[in-house]
């Protein structure tokens, strides 16, 4: 079992910046590829980032490509997402989301169907 805690959302005027966090419970963190997904309000939740458990692999969607970086701390349980260049339209309830991957330590995954677990969601808005 993996429980998810998200913090740092929060209010930002377009073009600023936020950094998303996301503390992950249990002592086999390193054994789990993790992602990032958001839901704006009347839509679908969406892919935005994905890392693979040893932080080697990363994949962003394009609409976030360049402005968005994915990392993680194996040893703090952290997974992170640093988001630049903010724009309105990523106003979002933003979840960090995690699964057991196992074979090739640089598997990273993309669809909201290959995750196992999620948090709460912290809600991010961005103003014009």
């Known amino acids: 079992q993996m429980q998810l805690v998200e913090s740092g959302g929060g209010l930002v005027q377009a073009g600023g910046s936020l950094r998303l966090s996301c503390l992950a419970s249990?002592?086999?963190?390193?054994?789990?590829?993790m992602g990032w997904f958001r839901q704006a309000a009347g839509k679908e939740r969406e892919f935005v980032a994905a890392?693979?458990?040893?932080?080697?692999?990363?994949y962003y969607a394009d609409s976030v490509k360049g402005r968005f970086t994915i990392s993680r701390d194996n040893a703090k349980n952290m997974v992170y997402l640093q988001m630049n260049s903010l724009k309105p339209e990523d106003t979002a309830i933003y979840y960090c989301?995690?699964?057991?991957?196992?074979?090739?330590?640089?598997?990273?995954?993309?669809?909201?169907?290959?995750?196992?677990?999620w948090g709460q969601g912290t809600q991010v808005t961005v103003s014009s």
């Open positions: 989301a995690g699964r057991r991957a196992f074979g090739y330590s640089g598997t990273y995954y993309t669809n909201t169907d290959d995750y196992a677990y």
């Open positions: 890392i693979s458990r040893n932080g080697d692999a990363t």
């Open positions: 249990g002592r086999t963190f390193s054994s789990y590829a």
